[in-house]
């Protein structure tokens, strides 16, 4: 596995090049916001950071994470992940990863593969439309829930 290139640090300074590039004011609710999603690592949906800066910034909204989140989507600061029809989940990583997802738990972790990156897509794909990137999505019990899996029990 090749470890992640881009720091918090650095992943913070694009998000202010980003906001000033577009004209959008850097306040200090949207910095909690990408650094709360940052800081995750996991992916999280907007109700999840929501959480997690309500600890520190108490009188933010769920909208203001909602509308900040989509905004910083449009601009390609962060992006989408996941089926439409679940919850939404969100990645401050936009560099070339892709993921492993946790069936049992939904626990999603960034991992990176030259390989994966190079992958020659079929025919079919190329004649749908122009593609802009390419993310595999490995499934299966994280090693947490794979320790968790049910054991049979003595008497069997």
């Known amino acids: 596995m090749i470890p992640d290139p881009e720091s918090f640090e650095e992943r913070t300074i694009r998000l202010r090049d980003g906001l ?3 004209g959008i004011k850097v306040t200090h609710q949207r910095l909690e916001i990408f650094r709360e999603l ?6 999280p949906d907007a109700e999840t950071i929501f959480r997690g800066v309500r600890e520190r910034v108490p009188m933010v909204s769920l909208d203001t994470v909602y509308r900040t989140l989509w ?3 449009d601009l390609g600061l962060i992006s989408t992940l996941g089926p439409p029809k679940d919850r939404v ?6 560099r ?13 972790r960034d991992f990176y593969c030259i390989e994966f990156d190079r992958l020659n897509l079929p025919v079919e794909v190329e004649e749908s439309g122009a593609v802009n990137t ?15 899996a049910v054991q049979p029990s003595p008497s069997e």
């Open 20 to 22: 000033k590039r577009a």
């Open 71 to 73: 905004l910083l989507v």
């Open 96 to 108: 070339a990863h892709h993921h492993f997802v946790c069936t049992m738990c939904g626990a999603t």
């Open 89 to 94: 989940r969100f990645d401050a990583n936009t």
């Open 38 to 43: 940052v800081r995750s690592g996991d992916h």
């Open 134 to 148: 390419t993310q595999v999505e490995a499934k299966g019990l994280c090693r947490e829930c794979a320790g968790k």
